[in-house]
């Protein structure tokens, strides 16, 4: 077969090397470089020379991600390449010094001079995960939102505020209004799915001393053909053969336009602009409609050395440090416990912005909504009509690199369940 995946991100670059070998596959992407929101920034250091941060979608969990990390051990990245990091949370009130909490990691706290504070945020957010743990083993609605689940536990809205909903808030940047709209099961995901080993530890995450670029690269070096970069498609059409993708060379106009007929075309980019290629096309009206239902926030994330924004004594610092005003929650995550230096990544879109900057990016980031969700379970039925095909970790209920790797298998199962790379992922 012929086929198209516009977009290079990771689900785009995993469905083309999933078929590369049996297929003709041209991979399209608008930007110069595939990885779609990986963003892998090397830093000069001066205890351990340059470093690799991701900037953009950085953790991986041992246990949630078992797609992505076959993939990984397809791509030849080893045990060697994983770093463990405890992933310790802070949360703080903007405008005020103590933290609200600062959960613990025993026994390594001891050692690293680190002072948990429990109290009463770490009761409530500990009674709204395990609401959501047992929400997420009785396999329960994607309808039942965090202001469902945290309603019976009867929290003052401070702690139901600045606990609860910055928590949630925190992994996507959103407002605590739209936190609390969120299914609950998406909501809680990172903390449901990759759980501590005990009550008073923190729960483990994996990150690559490569960066995760290095994941994009060896999936795009493998191709038969490169990445068509800076090829933006303008919009699908269908004829009677099946589909066809409009594109340019070049995002100047005049745009160098030209036309290319397909089997099957794999729309691998954000449902928004997933929704605008197939508008001009009566027939994909309704994947369209179906692609406009989610909701995504843009957010702007700043690599850089100064310390602003996390708590004022270094005792309380942890990997991932929420503060939130009672409107908003964004977090400072610190790098040093996996990186031996002291480097941090900021989401600034509310604050102000920190000194000494490195690198900073802006993206779109997926809010988990209940109406997407159904999206998702609407899009997912219809996969394959008319030639179209989508991937991407919207169709799953978190927005992670499981999200958007399994998204990918499940189209190629769909379009070429006998492609010999997808077997072999099978029983990586």
């Avoid at 051990?73 to 310790?88: E, Y």
């Avoid at 709209?181 to 483990?204: F, G, L, S, V, Y």
């Avoid at 980019?269 to 406009?292: E, F, G, I, K, N």
């Avoid at 189209?411 to 369940?417: D, M, Q, S």
Wanted: with cysteine; proline share 8%.
């Amino acid at each position: 077969m012929r086929i198209a995946i516009i977009g290079a991100g990771i689900a785009g670059l995993t469905a083309a090397w999933l078929l590369d070998e049996d297929h003709d596959v041209t991979v399209y992407e608008a930007t110069d470089q595939p990885g779609g929101n990986i963003r892998t920034v090397p830093v000069r250091t001066p205890e351990h020379g340059t470093v690799h941060v991701d900037v953009g979608a950085q953790f991986l969990s041992p246990t949630a991600y078992p797609d992505h990390s076959a993939l990984c051990r397809a791509l030849g990245i080893t045990a060697d390449d994983i770093s463990a990091v405890p992933l310790t949370t802070a949360l703080l009130r903007a405008g005020q010094d103590e933290p609200l909490l600062v959960t613990p990691h025993a026994p390594g706290d001891a050692a690293a001079g680190r002072k948990p504070l429990t109290g009463p945020a770490w009761e409530a957010l500990g009674a709204f995960l395990a609401r959501a743990a047992r929400l997420e083993a009785d396999d329960g609605p994607d309808t039942t939102t965090v202001a469902d689940l945290a309603g019976p536990l009867d929290l003052t809205d401070d702690l139901y505020r600045h606990a609860v909903l910055a928590w949630c808030a925190s992994f996507v940047g959103c407002t605590l209004e739209q936190a609390a709209r969120m299914p609950a099961r998406a909501a809680a995901a990172w903390a449901t799915r990759t759980p501590p080993q005990h009550a008073e530890a923190a729960p483990i995450w994996h990150t690559l001393g490569s960066g995760l670029e290095a994941v994009s690269h060896r999936l795009a070096t493998a191709l038969k053909h490169p990445v068509r970069c800076r090829t933006p498609v303008r919009h699908i059409s269908l004829n009677a053969d099946g589909p066809v993708v409009h594109c340019s060379r070049g995002q100047e106009l005049p745009y160098d336009s030209y036309d290319d007929s397909y089997d099957s075309v794999i729309l691998a980019l954000p449902a928004p602009q997933a929704a605008a290629l197939l508008q001009q096309c009566p027939r994909l009206a309704h994947t369209a409609a179906h692609l406009s239902e989610f909701t995504y926030v843009p957010t702007t994330v700043a690599l850089h050395r100064d310390p602003r924004h996390m708590p004022a004594d270094r005792a309380h610092w942890s990997s991932a440090n929420t503060t939130s005003d009672g409107h908003w929650a964004e977090t400072t995550s610190w790098l040093g416990p996996q990186l031996g230096t002291d480097l941090f990544k900021s989401w600034i879109t509310h604050r102000t912005p920190p000194d000494d900057i490195i690198a900073t990016a802006h993206f779109q980031q997926l809010l988990p909504t209940v109406p997407g969700r159904r999206a998702a379970a609407r899009l997912t039925a219809e996969q394959g009509h008319h030639g179209i095909h989508c991937a991407g970790s919207y169709l799953h209920d978190a927005d992670t690199q499981q999200g958007a790797v399994r998204s990918a298998l499940d189209t190629v199962h769909n379009l070429a369940p006998h492609s010999h790379r997808l077997k072999s992922l099978a029983t990586s």
